[in-house]
């Protein structure tokens, strides 16, 4: 798999658990630069919006620049597992999931107005790789 490093990512590049995004738009800034110092590929699994937020939470003010109440990136590696519904007539299809259990996952701050890091898993259970992720594409 090409130049192997170790399965731990090394830099966090503005993401640890203290740190604080104004906007949606920070986030997904810092979270690109994550990505590519790491080398490693993360997918938005989960998200809510905050008009879905704003119906459970009433008593809050939130800053409509954070675009999402919650939202959770789990590696391209990992993520739900797959339950085929085919009958066997294509059997050697292949995948490169490994059931890696890395992630980040983002939450509005107590008042409202920042999306903080809530949780993070940057244990990959395979090697990473200066050059797997360039060849795969980014979903929008």
Known sequence: MGTGIS?????????????????YEDLKSAFEK??????????KRDSRTLDAVRKR???R?????????QISFHCIHGGRTFQSLSKGL?????????????????????????????????QHIHGLSKIFPTFICHQN
Do not use: W
């Open 34 to 43: 994550y990505q590519k110092e790491n080398y490693v590929q993360l997918y």
């Open 90 to 122: 294509r059997p050697n299809q292949r995948t490169f999931r490994k059931e890696c259990q890395a992630h980040i996952r983002f939450g509005t701050s107590e008042d409202g107005q920042y999306l903080i890091v809530k949780s993070m898993n940057e």
């Open 57 to 59: 939470i009433t008593r």
């Open 61 to 69: 003010n939130f800053n409509d620049a954070l675009k999402y109440g």
């Open 7 to 23: 399965g731990t990512v090394g830099c966090n590049c503005g993401m640890d658990s203290e740190s604080k995004f104004a906007s």
